[in-house]
């Protein structure tokens, strides 16, 4: 919290003959703050997945455009130390970012002194006042001279602090930040070979711009019907029957709310979002899944979405340890069920589970999930055969004050989203089937 002056300080204050800084270090964090989550999305989403973009391009194409394009964005991804523009302009960022924190520093310990010295002012006015029927005018005198001392001490170190500030940030950094930055804007355009009709081109990237930026825009949709659905216990246990065996329930931290306007800032972390998902696309394959999700959740329709939940089986460890784990206990359960009933042909359900994803593509695409199973139970002898579908259900949505475990995106952003009325959390759902034929004990 910034440092203020108190009531009671201010008559003591005024006495010592500077003024209060007005800089509010709180304010000067969050700027450097700001600075710096702007310069980490620089190094760690935007620059790599712009370099994955025009080295796609460069590997399945040919001829000189696409040579001056390497040529050109080279000057911007060089691979030495901070050489390439987009490099240097994180630094750039970082090097404001720490500025920002170190004049907050300065503010605050200047504020702090002045603190010190306004509450000697106030202690040697109650000292001179209350030694003013002893001492007659002697306690006034001497009161005087300390608040001269006090008086000199504050404006020397307004103006030794607001010295070194100028040095630390106004000069050294400043300069520093603005020969990096003159380096960008100094960058030359392509200039493209064998182009004859150079305005044309203009106007055909104008045009796919545009068009691109259309196709990309958030879509107002109708509030969903829906909000929190509190569940129903099931447990792993099986019982006679088919159909799901429980009702589950799910939260919705950021629900559509008509009177939340989206401001400037929600565009940007709009295209900004669907920027980062085409160019994953582009460079991600390992996350189709999880892009195909997050990408049905920003066309905002809210219909059920079907995931290969075999191939999740087979890619991922942890959901494949809970299937294995599920269909070992219908085994004991239709065991169960058989010696208790004495039924040899029969319909279970049950064997609900929380199952967790391991891998960052299926942790975006279902991440942790409730697993639950119905199955076909034979018994003949001492032998059974099943069959058993193992389900899969979430709700795709996001959770308020989460990250992602792979990036540290906050949840807060995308759920922006849904407030707003342009996308919608929706159930997704899979399954896979198995046959197994074991000897009653």
Same mark, same amino acid.
């Given at each position: ?170 000069? +050294? !950094?400043? #300069? ?8 960008? %804007?100094? *960058?030359? &355009? @392509?200039?493209?070979? /064998?182009?004859?009709?150079?305005? +044309? !081109?203009? #106007? ?8 691109? %930026?259309? *196709?990309? &825009? @958030?879509?107002?949709? /109708? ?219």
């Amino acid at each position: 919290m910034a440092l203020t002056l108190p009531a009671h300080l201010q008559s003591p204050f005024s006495l010592l003959g500077v003024e209060w800084p007005q800089e509010d270090e709180d304010h000067l964090r969050a700027c450097g703050a700001a600075l710096r989550t702007c310069a980490t999305s620089l190094t760690n989403e935007v620059n790599p997945a712009a370099d994955g973009a025009i080295k796609h391009a460069a590997t399945n194409n040919s001829g000189d455009h696409i040579d001056e394009l390497n040529a050109y964005w080279a000057d911007y991804q060089d691979e030495g130390d901070q050489a390439g523009h987009l490099k240097s302009l994180a630094a750039s960022l970082h090097a404001l970012a720490d500025g920002h924190d170190l004049f907050a520093r300065i503010v605050e310990i200047l504020k702090g002194v002045l603190l010190v010295l306004a509450t000697y002012v106030l202690f040697a006015l109650v000292w001179a006042a209350s030694a003013a029927v002893v001492s007659g005018g002697l306690a006034a005198i001497k009161a005087r001279g300390t608040i001269t001392v006090l008086r000199a001490f504050a404006r020397k170190a307004v103006a030794t602090l607001r010295r070194r500030l100028e040095q630390a940030f106004g000069r +050294k !950094l400043i #300069r520093a930040v603005e020969t990096r930055l003159r380096r960008i %804007l100094g *960058a030359k &355009a @392509p200039t493209f070979v /064998s182009v004859p009709n150079r305005s +044309k !081109l203009v #106007r055909t990237s104008l045009l796919a711009t545009s068009a691109l %930026l259309v *196709a990309e &825009a @958030p879509a107002q949709h /109708s509030p969903p019907p829906m909000g929190p659905r509190d569940g129903i216990p099931g447990g792993e246990g099986y019982r006679f029957g088919s159909g799901q065996p429980q009702v589950f329930g799910y939260d919705h931290h950021f629900p559509y709310d008509p009177d939340v306007k989206p401001t400037p800032g929600d565009y940007l972390s709009w295209y900004a979002w669907r920027a980062r998902l085409r160019g994953a696309q582009l460079i991600r394959p390992d996350l189709k899944d999880g892009l195909a999700a997050y990408e049905h959740y920003a066309a905002g329709s809210g219909t059920d979405f079907e995931i290969d939940y075999e191939r999740a089986y087979t890619e991922d460890r942890g959901i494949r340890e809970k299937v294995d784990q599920g269909i070992q206990t219908a085994k004991d359960e239709a065991v169960r069920l058989y010696r208790e009933s004495g039924r040899t042909d029969f319909q279970m359900t049950g064997g609900v589970l929380h199952t967790a994803a391991e891998t960052e593509n299926w942790d975006k695409t279902l991440g942790g999930h409730v697993q639950w199973g119905n199955a076909d139970v034979k018994v003949s002898g001492n032998q059974a055969t099943m069959t058993i579908t193992i389900h899969a259900e979430e709700r795709y949505n996001f959770n308020k004050g989460e990250t992602d475990a792979a990036t540290g995106a906050a949840d807060d952003d995308n759920g922006r989203f849904e407030t707003l009325g342009w996308a919608r959390s929706y159930r997704s759902h899979g399954a896979l089937t198995r046959t197994v034929t074991w000897t009653i004990p």
